[in-house]
């Protein structure tokens, strides 16, 4: 009997080394696919969204098979999320049914009929006015829960959210100094980059807004585990021993040079962009990680004013030597964009015509210049709304639209009860819900959330958050 207890109990640990293992793999590959995503000018064209169409949705897969030939459980139980895997569910379906044809007459838009009368011929008829475009915008999506499904899965273990993080932030700080290279020696040296006005940093993405959310979400992340390795360092020092607290003062030398660094470079690559809605959005970022980060902190209250001491520095002097930059675009172009308010008032008067049913997701390209009117330039191409939550009313309709913002909604409401309840391993909380904020307001004025690089890279954050979101102790395993 012992010795069959002793065999059971070598089986089962190596069985826990090989899972661990190949968990590790998995992570890297996802590590991987992020470092890649904005390569290519954020991943925001066709071919890098067939690329992450089978790379992220092939990891899962991969990812599943090997559950089941290990015979291990998930880490984090499909239960736990029945809320948000539902609203995902009706929302892919209502699009396989907006791209499905033999619609009737009275579900089908009336650009079919209208194209069957002028080309003579019968139409098939779908809700969508363009299948291919809602296709593909299904396709982007399954990427993003994929991407979001392998981090919830693979970062339960609090290190591996951890490692995720930094490899995120290093991966975004890469990106940063790339792209103040670029600004300095012209973005033409890279082939493929249609180079920009000398001076404007945006990286490899195809505008510096999206350069800006995207530096943004590292600014963030860097702050947040900054505050949290001094708080480490600063929980250590305050032992019982009285004689340990000086230890404090020499922890608050040693700074954490790698978070400064990341964050200093995103930050100057965010400020340099010039981007008004990026550096509002990533203040409200910020906001959130300060509010979240202060109240529990231990120590004194001058320790805890010492810890905010440093990124406030650093924003008075990114403010002081790349300020004007911004400052000098409110200045000169206000707050607000007339263009982009007229679009929203055209967006707003076609959901009349399609309040339930939608025009088909991801087809504003081709059914803005139905609506487009003289209350914008005639010039010009929108082939996007900068304003992503129109967007999708737009297309999904006001229900299946409000079940996707409310998806999103609720994994960081998710993430924010977690803050407020757990008292360790609080970072990866904390970095979804800040970059839950930016791209939020975000989206009230730009696209960044359908510039794929980002909606990856903020997948992987918030699954990283929300895998966190129950403390270690307790099981949420099949």
């Excluded at 020499?250 to 700074?255: E, G, N, P, V, Y």
């Excluded at 209350?375 to 129109?390: E, F, R």
């Excluded at 975000?442 to 918030?462: E, G, K, N, R």
């Amino acid at each position: 009997m012992a010795s069959g207890t002793l065999a059971d109990e070598h089986l089962t640990s190596r069985a826990g080394t090989t899972t661990g293992g190949v968990e590790r793999l998995f992570l890297a590959a996802l590590i991987l696919g992020l470092a890649w995503a904005p390569a290519w000018l954020g991943s925001n064209r066709a071919m890098a969204w067939g690329v992450n169409g089978i790379l992220f949705p092939g990891l899962v897969i991969a990812y599943e098979l090997t559950r089941i030939v290990l015979g291990r459980p998930h880490a984090v139980a499909a239960r736990h999320l029945l809320v948000p895997m539902g609203l995902f569910t009706g929302v892919a379906g209502w699009i396989l049914l907006q791209i499905s044809p033999g619609m009737p007459p009275s579900l089908a838009h009336p650009i079919w009929p209208l194209a069957a009368q002028a080309l003579g011929e019968p139409v098939i008829g779908t809700i969508s006015v363009d299948p291919g475009a809602s296709a593909l915008g299904l396709l982007r999506l399954v990427t993003d829960a994929s991407v979001f499904w392998l981090a919830l899965q693979l970062c339960r273990s609090a290190p591996r959210a951890h490692l995720l993080l930094y490899a995120v932030m290093a991966i975004i700080a890469v990106y940063a100094a790339l792209g103040l290279y670029l600004a300095v020696f012209e973005a033409s040296r890279i082939p493929y980059l249609d180079g920009p006005a000398p001076g404007q940093v945006r990286s490899t993405f195809i505008n510096r807004n999206s350069l800006a959310a995207y530096a943004g979400i590292g600014v963030i992340i860097a702050l947040t585990l900054w505050l949290r390795a001094l708080k480490s360092g600063a929980a250590s020092a305050t032992g019982p021993d009285p004689r340990q607290r000086g230890h404090f003062i020499r922890l608050i030398a040693q700074l954490h040079w790698a978070e400064i660094g990341a964050g200093l470079l995103a930050l100057a690559a965010l400020m340099a962009s010039g981007s008004r809605g990026g550096v509002i959005a990533t203040a409200a970022g910020l906001v959130c990680v300060l509010v979240l980060s202060f109240p529990r902190s231990d120590g004194s209250i001058l320790q805890r004013i010492s810890v905010l001491l440093l990124p406030l520095l650093a924003l008075g002097g990114a403010i002081v030597f790349m300020g004007d930059i911004v400052f000098g675009r409110i200045a000169t172009s206000g707050l607000t964009d007339t263009s982009r308010a007229a679009v929203n008032d055209i967006m707003i008067r076609s959901l009349h015509d399609a309040p339930l049913s939608g025009f088909g997701y991801g087809t504003f390209t081709d059914i803005f210049p139905v609506y487009r009117d003289q209350s914008i330039s005639t010039t010009g191409v929108w082939d996007k709304a900068h304003n992503t939550y129109l967007e999708v009313l737009q297309g999904l309709g006001l229900i299946f639209g409000t079940m996707l913002i409310g998806l999103v909604a609720w994994l960081v409401g998710l993430c924010m009860v977690g803050a407020f309840r757990r008292r360790r391993h609080r970072a990866p909380l904390v970095c979804a819900i800040g970059s839950g904020a930016l791209l939020g307001v975000h989206a009230l004025v730009d696209f960044s959330l359908q510039i794929q690089a980002i909606s990856l890279t903020f997948m992987a954050v918030l699954g990283a958050g929300v895998s966190q979101w129950a403390s270690s102790s307790v099981n949420l395993a099949d």
